[in-house]
């Protein structure tokens, strides 16, 4: 049974820095892609960012681009999202995928 459990969400201020790790388990976590996706209040899920299974591969959504950084610890199978200068409209629940799996989330919320 798989399992990703997200954390390191909080309350940031405009400018400031967070970095979320998603502990992977129950699959072979080098065979799959990870990526991270967010839902705002009332809105759709949409996609963050995306990570290759060999890690040699990263792509980004436009409105993140240059500010957050994916990257994966094969060792410890956990993903991570090193997100900068964060802005108000990035608030919102973050979820890690591996395949068709989601974890629980995790809430971040950014203060003008």
């Known amino acids: 049974q798989v399992q990703l459990v997200e954390s390191g969400g909080g309350l940031v201020q405009a400018g400031g820095s967070l970095r979320l790790s998603c502990a992977a388990s129950g699959r072979t976590f080098s065979w799959y892609a990870m990526g991270w996706f967010r839902q705002a209040p009332g809105e759709e899920r949409e996609f963050i960012t995306t990570i290759t299974y060999t890690g040699g591969s990263t792509y980004y959504a436009d409105s993140v681009k240059g500010r957050f950084t994916i990257s994966r610890d094969y060792a410890k199978e956990t993903v991570y999202l090193q997100m900068n200068s964060l802005k108000p409209e990035d608030t919102g629940m973050y979820f890690c995928?591996?395949?068709?799996?989601w974890g629980q989330g995790t809430q971040v919320t950014v203060s003008s």
């Open positions: 995928s591996m395949g068709d799996n």
